[in-house]
């Protein structure tokens, strides 16, 4: 008879403690009348187009001369790209061609960039901004860069968007931002500058150059600038160097954003003639107009 008066008490001990660990749905730390914070909503894009198909055949033919007129096997292989190596293809991906002609060799680089923001409080697109932003400043197109210059912070003569970053100097935003046939140029040019010695990236001819490099050119539409209708925000740098000891070359580059994605477009064109200036308008309205392509393909 002893027995059962124990097991109704362990039984009244039981219930007890169900009762007190408050499995009604609630946290184990959560504090009454205390909201839980909502975390930032996620970028549009969660994975990457694939760069080397990002560009059709016909967009290729058309910024890469010469290729048409090789062998079927090697016109394959030009067209085909070269991948950029990536240690994760959801979050940067990148492609490189390259075509050489009787008068001049052209490059073309395209790189994706899926920006992760990793502060719940803070959006991809929030963070994708503040990435661009950085590109856009390294390109020496904010506020603040147009203020340094025009406070006299370049040396007098001298052009800002003409002298090379070596990789010693820039900053890790600014060589990403000219990754690709643009760092690569910038590195291998004269580090003193273009008022160095005679040997300098301007004009061979006697002709001026504006901040672009565009020779004797007075043109304000060809000068690096901000874009407007492409993306979410975008701008344009046009920079004109020396790749070897006389031959120059000149790299366009248009960046834009759209939404969680930053694009980059660069297309170089070196002319196997010393004393030929690359043309600013041409390649700028082609880079352009790839990247208003590249713009629809992200929008599909």
Known sequence: MAYVPGTALLAALVVGCSAGTGTGGSAPDSKPGEATATAAAPGKYRTLLDPCRAVAPSALKDLLPGTADLPEDQQKKVYG???????????RVGCRWKSEASDSSRTLFVDFERVVSYDPSVSDDDRAR???TKKEAAAGLTADANTDAATGAATPGSSKKQTPLSSDSASPSASHALSGPAA?????????????????????????????????????????????????????????????????????????????????????????????????????????????????????
């Not at 790209?81 to 979050?91: E, K």
């Not at 001026?208 to 993306?231: E, I, K, Q």
Request: glycine letters at 6%; aromatic letters at 4%; hydrophobic letters at 25%.
């Open 81 to 91: 790209g070269t991948a950029s190596v990536t240690y994760d293809t959801d979050r």
């Open 130 to 132: 503040e990435v661009y």
């Open 184 to 300: 690569e140029d910038k590195n291998a040019d004269n580090p003193e500058g273009d008022n160095a010695d005679s040997n300098n990236s301007g004009p061979t001819d006697g002709s001026t150059a504006d901040s672009s490099g565009n020779p004797g050119s007075s043109d304000a539409s060809l000068v690096p600038r901000t874009l407007d209708g492409l993306g979410d925000s975008a701008f344009l740098d046009d920079l004109l160097t020396r790749a070897g000891s006389t031959t120059q070359n000149r790299t366009v580059s248009v960046v834009f954003r759209t939404s969680n994605v930053i694009v980059t477009v660069q297309y170089t064109a070196q002319p196997t003639v010393s004393t030929v200036v690359p043309d600013s308008k041409e390649l700028q309205e082609k880079a352009q107009s790839l990247a208003r392509k590249l713009v629809e393909k992200f929008s599909e």
